[in-house]
């Protein structure tokens, strides 16, 4: 009877410790749409968009940062490729150098062409506030992630 009480809690304590890795897990993926929504929200407010200007603005935004991310995905996956790799060859290093700069460049049009566009839609103060806004946000975004991390959640406070 004790054995069997015992195999029992063994088994329940087996799953519930299971359960909660998996859950940690799930809450660790990174949710894009969340990210995105928080981030357009601090934009709105910290430039002080009116309803007008955020409508016009806000999916142009979205769709430049998702251009931008386009463009370093094949650097990212080299750049993954490369961690895998137990020694790297000199020809592996310049194919991490070359893509590096070739993302570079090709985000630096990317931008210039969208910056065009938010010209056309923010005032040169807002513009100027956006590019400020853009790079608080992604600070406080690290130092965010960074303070999770270090305290083993990555749930937001």
Do not use: W
Not at 17 to 40: C, G, I, P, T, V
Not at 49 to 71: H, S, V
Request: some cysteine; aromatic content about 10%.
């Amino acid at each position: 009877m004790k054995k069997n009480i015992f195999i029992t809690l063994i088994a329940f304590l087996l799953c519930s410790s299971l359960n909660l890795m998996a859950q940690e897990q799930e809450k660790k993926k990174f949710d894009k749409e969340a990210y995105q929504a928080k981030r357009n929200a601090y934009i709105t407010a910290e430039i002080g968009l009116t309803a007008d200007e955020a409508g016009d603005f806000i999916p142009l935004d979205n769709e430049f940062r998702q251009k931008m991310f386009d463009i370093g995905r094949e650097c990212r996956r080299l750049g993954r490729e490369s961690r895998s790799k137990e020694k790297l060859s000199d020809d592996d290093y310049l194919k991490l150098v070359d893509c590096q700069i070739d993302t570079k460049s090709k985000e630096a049009q990317i931008e210039k062409e969208y910056f065009e566009k938010f010209k056309k839609i923010l005032s040169p103060e807002k513009l100027f506030k956006y590019q400020q806004a853009d790079a608080k946000f992604m600070r406080e975004f690290m130092r965010e992630g960074s303070r999770n991390n270090r305290h083993g959640s990555s749930d937001k406070k």
